[in-house]
């Protein structure tokens, strides 16, 4: 072999072992790293914590020249370079938060051959400098990190990462490695054809988590039940709660700490430092609870996180996959804790609506609305749902979540949904008004609210036709139906419309079967391995 470069070749397995002191390489990597070694494209789509990043450290390593990576998270790129500092490995990076000297010393490094890797943020690609700086140096290949940011489709477009496809234009002879942990097909083939990936060998995963249990329950008193979650499974545990807003956030925090758990918040509102501190303790210290919002997470490496609670529905079952994916990646037992409402149905909706972009991006966001809501009202194994979601089908119930552990029932639900149905299109048709669940299971419960009598609502034929269902059965049926499309809601108080499918309910020419709902939370023992 003429190799060009000055430095000795060396083997990936050595390197392995001498630089980042691992034995062996996990499932996957040994195979991409070689191939990208050996000069090929690769498309890599691992799960969270599976090792994506040896899979370009090392090929940047054992290949002549620098690695050059593009990742969007700029507020990591400084931690990532000091890590690998540490390691012995020669990195840098360069992007918007630099002072201009600090920049000049790693462009001259890189120029000098003095660099292994080097992390470029996306939008420095818009910079002719930066080309030009590419240009005059050596690279060993290019890294495209958190690839779906480049599928519109997708939940974390950025702009910039389109300018990516100009890499191969330019650079055609140097590798390209890309990488990301959202696999749904969709995505997988939009990264394909978006970066000119069609000759790259596909790496495809298994994105099992068998030590996680998933877990997804009617919220009924979230404070309480979030309570009871730590307290009798998990205490003195480390772990994460998710919620939407950073107002809840720093509500939950509190109300934690109040009841004698060590709780930190994390949202975007805190100051940096604080929120650099909160990182940094809930790295260091056991058995902290970080309450934040999305945020969080991100890159983050914690191994004994026992659990992740979501107070609030995630927007899509990427976002719940990586967000659950952050507990247990030491392989120990962990929990996946969801818990969720009508009112996150509403709340999303209106999100949607309330969105900037076109009718086309409200589309997308309602359908991976829909696949999440899917999801939760499945009375199927969790995680073969889950796995199905990302192109993995065929897998067998996994005996470990909630719908596996205790079986729930479906139940014909079409006479209810048409008094439901038949309620909103009276309101409707015969008094030209619209309103939100609460006051029409008022009406279907007969229930002569201050509401009712403003409204004379009590003269409708609806009126008390629905008392062989509980408040809590109807409002699950408001949202199960929602969850399936058969009505929608709208505005800023979430009033219930009918949707086309709808008609069809009412017509009896479709019949509607919903889960059951458990009386109480489900809570699954934890002991439960037989
Ligand atoms: P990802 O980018 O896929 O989320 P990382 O590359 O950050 O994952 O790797 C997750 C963790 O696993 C890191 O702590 C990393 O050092 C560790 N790791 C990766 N590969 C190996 C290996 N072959 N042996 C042991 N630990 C590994
Ligand atoms: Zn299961």
């Not at 690609?125 to 080309?131: D, K």
């Not at 990516?164 to 959202?182: D, F, G, I, K, Y």
């Not at 490496?301 to 995630?314: G, T, Y």
């Not at 939760?376 to 596996?404: K, M």
Request: charged share 25%.
């Amino acid at each position: 072999m003429t190799s060009p470069s000055v430095r000795v070749p060396r083997d990936a397995v050595e390197v392995l072992r001498r630089v980042f002191g691992y034995e062996s390489f996990r499932d996957g990597q040994q195979e991409i790293i070689d191939h990208v070694v050996g000069g090929g494209d690769a498309l890599v789509l691992m799960p969270t914590g599976g090792g994506k990043s040896l899979c370009y450290q090392i090929p940047a390593l054992v290949r002549p020249g620098t690695g050059v990576v593009i990742s969007p998270l700029i507020a990591l790129m400084q931690d990532q370079v000091d890590a690998l500092l540490a390691l012995g490995v020669r990195a840098g990076f360069l992007n918007s938060t630099q002072q201009a000297d600090e920049r000049r010393a790693v462009e001259s490094a890189f120029l000098a051959g003095e660099l292994d890797l080097l992390y470029l943020a996306p939008e420095r690609l818009r910079v002719r400098a930066t080309i030009e700086l590419l240009d005059q140096g050596e690279i060993a290949l290019f890294a495209i990190d958190e690839a779906h940011c480049v599928a519109q489709w997708g939940h974390d477009f950025r702009p910039d990462y389109l300018l990516l496809s100009e890499l191969h234009q330019h650079w055609p002879q140097v590798p390209r490695v890309a990488l990301t942990a959202t696999a749904t097909p969709a995505t997988h083939q939009e990264i394909t054809n978006r970066l000119g990936l069609g000759n790259a060998r596909h790496f495809v995963a298994d994105f099992d988590r068998p030590n996680i249990q998933y877990r997804i329950v009617p919220k009924n008193d979230p404070k309480a039940q979030l309570l009871e979650l730590l307290r009798t499974e998990h205490p003195g545990d480390a772990g994460i709660v998710y919620c939407l807003s950073r107002a809840s956030v720093e509500k939950i925090a509190e109300f934690l700490v109040s009841n004698g758990i060590a709780a930190l918040p994390y949202h975007a509102g805190l100051e940096a430092r604080t929120r650099a501190e909160h990182q940094a303790r809930f790295l260091r210290e056991d058995g902290l609870v970080m309450v934040a919002t999305i945020a969080f997470g991100m890159g983050i490496d914690k191994p004994d996180v026992r659990f992740v609670a979501h107070l609030d529905l995630p927007k899509s079952v990427e976002g719940y996959y990586q967000e659950t994916g952050r507990a247990g990646r030491d392989g120990l037992r962990s929990t996946a804790w969801l818990a969720y409402g009508l009112q996150d149905v509403v709340q999303q909706r209106r999100l949607i609506d309330a969105s900037d972009g076109d009718a086309t991006h409200r589309r997308r966001l309602n359908s991976h609305l829909d696949a999440m809501l899917a999801l939760c009202e499945t009375i199927e194994c969790r995680r073969v749902g889950l796995l199905a979601y990302f192109g993995q089908q065929g897998s067998s119930a996994c005996g470990n979540c909630d719908a596996c552990l205790h079986p729930q029932q479906s139940w014909e639900a079409t006479v209810p949904a048409q008094k439901l149905l038949s309620t909103v299109l009276r309101l409707h048709r015969e008094r030209r008004q619209k309103f939100g669940a609460g006051h029409v299971v008022d009406i279907l419960l007969g229930r002569r609210t201050p509401k009712v009598d403003q409204h004379g609502h009590d003269s409708l034929t609806v009126f008390g036709i629905g008392t062989e269902l509980s408040e809590a059965e109807w409002r699950g049926v408001v949202r199960q139906l929602l969850a399936q499309g058969l009505l929608a809601v709208e505005g800023e108080h979430g009033t219930l419309v009918l949707t086309d499918a709808s008609a069809d309910v009412l017509r009896g020419q479709r019949t509607v079967s919903m889960r059951r709902e458990p009386k109480r939370p489900a809570k699954a023992t934890s002991s439960s391995a037989t």
